[in-house]
């Protein structure tokens, strides 16, 4: 089992930056790929971004290629995701998620067993 805890959310100006933080609380999260998904009210749950658990090998929705980057410390069992230039259409909560990494790095909800509570990230134009 693995706990996720996500961190950094609140209400920034479009335009603006957030980084927000997933830290997991087993050191084999190591092993682990993981992927950041976003839920605005009324919709359904969407990809922004995911990770290999070495970091080597990172993946972006096309709304938020150039904008956010995910990273991550194995060391310090965290993955964030820097968000920068943001829209008034990026407010969403936020969620991470994780997965045993196996051939690939999965960009579907359906695929990551273990999730965060969530973050609430709102922009303001």
């Known amino acids: 089992q693995v706990q996720l805890v996500e961190s950094g959310g609140g209400l920034v100006q479009a335009g603006g930056s957030l980084r927000l933080a997933c830290v997991a609380s087993r050191r084999t999260f190591k092993y682990y790929a993981v992927g950041w998904f976003r839920q605005a009210p009324g919709k359904e749950r969407e990809f922004e971004a995911a990770?290999?658990?070495?970091?080597?090998?990172?993946y972006y929705a096309d709304s938020v290629k150039g904008r956010f980057t995910i990273s991550r410390d194995n060391a310090k069992n965290t993955v964030y995701l820097q968000m920068n230039s943001l829209k008034s259409e990026d407010t969403a909560v936020y969620y991470c998620a994780a997965v045993w990494q196996g051939r690939a790095v999965p960009q579907e909800s359906a695929n990551y067993n273990y999730w965060g509570q969530g973050t609430q990230v709102t922009v303001s134009s």
């Open positions: 990770i290999s658990s070495s970091g080597s090998i990172t």
